[in-house]
């Protein structure tokens, strides 16, 4: 059974670092691209990032490009989500999902079949 598990969420002041693992079960992650999305309370789901199966080509939504870095280490089967210089509006529940995309990866949710639990990250004083 495909499953997948967030970890390394938590609290955090203004421009500290999170960095999110996302561990993948029960499938080989590297057929898949992965995605890294995020909730706030009272919005929609946003993409926030994406790689390509290969740990090649990368994606990243405005808000985050220069201070996000998605890697994945497919021999760990893992994704992670280095978080650097943190805002309080990235506050939000992150997500990492998984999906067979031909093409570059993509943020857009509906392109993701499998999705983990999520993890908390709140930023604030």
């Known amino acids: 059974q495909l499953q997948l598990v967030e970890s390394g969420g938590g609290l955090v002041q203004p421009g500290g670092s999170l960095r999110l693992s996302c561990a993948a079960s029960?499938?080989?992650?590297?057929?898949?691209?992965i995605g890294w999305f995020r909730q706030a309370p009272g919005k929609e789901r946003e993409g926030v990032a994406c790689?390509?199966?290969?740990?090649?080509?990368?994606n990243y939504a405005d808000s985050v490009r220069g201070r996000f870095t998605i890697s994945r280490d497919n021999a760990k089967n893992t994704v992670y989500l280095q978080m650097n210089s943190l805002k309080p509006e990235d506050t939000a529940v992150y997500y990492c999902?998984?999906?067979?995309?031909?093409?570059?990866?993509?943020?857009?949710?509906?392109?993701?079949?499998?999705w983990g639990q999520g993890t908390q990250v709140t930023v604030s004083l």
């Open positions: 029960g499938f080989t992650p590297n057929y898949y691209d």
């Open positions: 790689i390509d199966s290969s740990g090649g080509p990368t």
């Open positions: 999902a998984a999906g067979l995309i031909l093409g570059s990866c993509s943020r857009s949710q509906t392109r993701y079949n499998s």
